[in-house]
């Protein structure tokens, strides 16, 4: 396949970004979208030019750190895929591909494709976890059995992997998706009930500190999460959130 | 000179009295403690929320963007416990005596048995964190089994265990970030280890986003930084993995074990194409339910090749089920070098069933169809159809291995639910790694190593789902108690200033070496080399290995060595974000890596568990042990090049277990 590329180059995070065209030929459909990138880069270093700067890591769709803006979508086109696991088979001869970092306030870019989303981090700092100690020396793990259906629903909560695709679809930035991810897996199971009202406010308030935007249901973050989180995580943190600032407040 | 510190007294008791015989740090003086715990995959996360929970001051460093996405999150299938849920005659012995069968009599016995008996308070740990493992219906964990063993004790949460269990070692370490007791340092690398009178009291790292080279210093170092598969270029690694922490320990003084030990898992999805950028792991415990084989007859094989058969249309008697025919006790769940071997002499064989020749099946239909018939009776469906059965059994298949067969389809555009899979042995685990005595200290003092970076637990070859097992009880359970013991002799240092001659004259060399590197007139690209060096490591270091290869290797390693430090382009600055400078500092690691690999392997000519000596092998071609001559470990130690290390030998000691020729028929 022949594919014309337009991809951002951005060399700071304070210079001004634009798109660059690249031509590439001989593209094989079974090439992973990333593979294709470092083919292109191989090309630019051998001309002594600069590569694209880009994250991934894992190339498998698990670790979350692959994060590209690909003709207007978060991951390109196809559903529950990951940049990553995306093959240059979705694509068609002679087609031109736009290629754009992450954009949200609470995620700057770093250069070119690649972007700080420690904004991420600090929300889970802000409550996204059970305070258990780490001794070990906790009850037998069979003691409390869960209903199998709580565990697998707890699952999929827990099955996103932070890569940001929600915040970038959303016209609003909003981290809602992913913060209700954590929420709802933490509040589905015994162990994390305890202090889930306590933790929905305060990850809600660090998720305002980095400047995500508030969610207006438009639903976008769910058709491109490459995990099919669903909007239901959203509405039991809502749930959640409301009867916690009426506890508290 | 080597002293394993393994204490005294009868093996089920060894870890409990040191534990109460090691000396501790009072809640008061680890206040006045810094650690550097380098890497947060299951290892390094568990020991820094461990440690800074105890009261030290930790810092901790990855080169990813977020600590949770440490290499740990890909692992697939499971974790092992010893934990009899199932009833199935399983212990805390049994689990010691499978894994140190299972890696072929190569690691100690003492390391092991601590394993089994923490293993248990593991999945406690990470229950009582949230961590969603599968569950049966009364609510319950489940359990599947693995590989090389007779019972299920493996604990999972689908496909996807690792990215569960690191989440929740992320909690644990988020925790503490906000108590401030970890000062987390994202997109960092650490470039080498800083010595002070013999002593770890240091590290140089790299901000990897404004390229400035740091200076931290602690009393102690500990590296959880991973394992080194990516030696081989092709890998199911990250690409991201690197063994860079490791060797510059190694060059400051710590001992490599086993740098030979490498695992090769036998079911990968097989390479498309020259731009290959890494290989996709298909977990282990889909060998649960599927069988692998390859057709009977050559003109069968000739006819898939050239696409005029599929698989589906070979009948059951023009199958050869290899595994099952060649090892009936324990078919197709035999441990991974078994498996792999096996499935490089079928496809040598000339038998290989994908346009390469290098691909075998693994296919589900008869798990569709017995699921399918248990599905039919609890549903009480009466006078099924073929196709429904199968449609019931394939749902089964989805609930527990979904993900995967997602994955699988989307890399190959091959749908397994209709097709058996292809797959094909890939590197894919490091036994060896960083010599560690009992407490977990490599032979510099004060720097310690953990998880597959240390040559600990495993052997010759690691079971499946002991990986992250071993992870988290380093972590969790057995370096923050050990750690004491060398600390406790720092309490009155005070802080440890970062302006000595030796910060200075470490920094100085990596900042040298750098510019080097950026500098340098080539036109080659860092890539370029890696794949060379992976073609050697994979062809003469991979699952079959004789002494001719691996001179040749070793020459040949050193030849690409010289033309990598004159031709290489590293493109960009060092003063800024640069994954070229990354990879190529990475690389010039992996160059030195891959030769004491060969020469490890070269010196150990008998086979064992994952390294197979062709020289070395039994009449129906398994590996022979030597065990009168090598029942050691090696331990390497530097002395200014990689073919010039020196061999110590630590030798192994069987007082609970009598060595045998494994035997998986
Ligand atoms: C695809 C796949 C599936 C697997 N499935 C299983 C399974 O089902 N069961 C099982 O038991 N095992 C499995 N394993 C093996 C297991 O996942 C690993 O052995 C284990 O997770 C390693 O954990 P770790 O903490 O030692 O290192 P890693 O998780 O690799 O973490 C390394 C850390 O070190 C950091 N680091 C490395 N170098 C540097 C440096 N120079 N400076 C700063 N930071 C650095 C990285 O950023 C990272 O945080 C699997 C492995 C793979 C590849
Ligand atoms: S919710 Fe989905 S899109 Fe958002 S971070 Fe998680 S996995 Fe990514
Ligand atoms: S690189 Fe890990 S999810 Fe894409």
Known sequence: ?249 | MLDSKIPEGPLAEKWSKHKDNIRLVNPANKRHIDIIVVGTGLAGASAAASLAEMGYNVKSLCFQDSPRRAHSIAAQGGINASKNYQNDGDSVYRLFYDTVKGGDYRSREANVHRLAEVSGSIIDQCVAQGVPFAREYGGLLDNRSFGGVQVSRTFYAKGQTGQQLLLGAYSALSRQISKGKVEMLNRHEMMDVVKIDGKARGIIARNLITGEIERHSAHAVVLCTGGYGNAFYLSTNAMGSNASAVWRAHKKGSFFANPCFTQIHPTCIPVSGHYQSKLTLMSESLRNDGRIWVPKSKSDVEAIRNGSKKAIDLKEDERDYYLERRYPAFGNLVPRDVASRAAKERCDAGYGVNKTGQAVYLDFASAFERYGKTEVLTQGIENPTHEQIINLGREVVKSKYGNLFDMYKQITDDNPYETPMMIYPAVHYTMGGLWVDYNLMTTVPGLFAAGEANFSDHGANRLGASALMQGLADGYFVLPYTIGDYLADDIRTGKIPTNSPEFDEAEKQVKDEISALINNNGDTPVDDFHRRLGLIMWNKCGMARNEKHLKEAIVEIQELRKEFYAKVRVSGSADDFNPELEKATRLADFLELGEAMCLDALTRSESCGGHFRDESQTEDGEALRDDENFTFVSAWEYTGAPSEAKLHKEPLVYDNIELKQRSYK
């Not at chain 1, 001989?26 to 593979?35: A, N, P, T």
């Not at chain 1, 498998?60 to 196809?78: D, L, V």
């Not at chain 1, 087609?95 to 989303?117: C, G, M, N, Q, Y």
């Open chain 1, 1 to 249: 396949m022949n594919i014309t590329l337009k991809v951002w180059r951005q060399k700071g995070p304070n210079s001004l970004g634009a798109m660059e065209t690249h031509k590439m030929t001989e593209v094989s459909g079974d090439m992973s979208f990333l593979e294709m990138m470092d083919v292109l880069n191989d090309r630019l270093v051998r001309e002594g030019k600069e590569p694209f700067a880009f994250d991934h890591d894992c190339r498998e769709g698990i670790c979350g750190t692959c994060s590209m803006f690909i003709n207007g979508e978060a991951h390109g086109p196809g559903r529950n895929v990951t940049t990553c696991q995306l093959h240059m088979r979705s694509f068609k001869d002679g087609e031109t591909i736009h290629v754009e970092p992450w954009r949200s306030a609470a995620f700057p870019v770093i250069k070119d494709l690649t972007v700080d989303r420690s904004s991420f981090d600090r929300i889970i700092q802000a409550g996204g976890y059970v305070s258990v100690n780490t001794s070990g020396d906790t009850q037998d793990a069979n003691s409390i059995p869960i209903p199998k259906h709580d565990a697998d629903e707890a699952f999929d909560s827990a099955t996103c992997i932070g890569c940001g695709a929600c915040v970038a679809t959303c016209k609003n930035s909003s981290a809602m998706l992913f913060v209700s991810a954590k929420v709802s897996q933490l509040s589905l199971l015994p162990q994390g009930k305890t202090e889930s009202s306590e933790r929905v406010l305060r990850m809600v308030d660090q998720m305002d500190i980095e400047g995500f935007g508030n969610c207006t249901n438009t639903g976008a973050c769910e058709v491109e999460c490459p995990k099919g989180i669903s909007l239901t995580n959203i509405a039991r943190m809502n749930r959640e959130f409301l009867s916690s600032t009426l506890t508290s407040k």
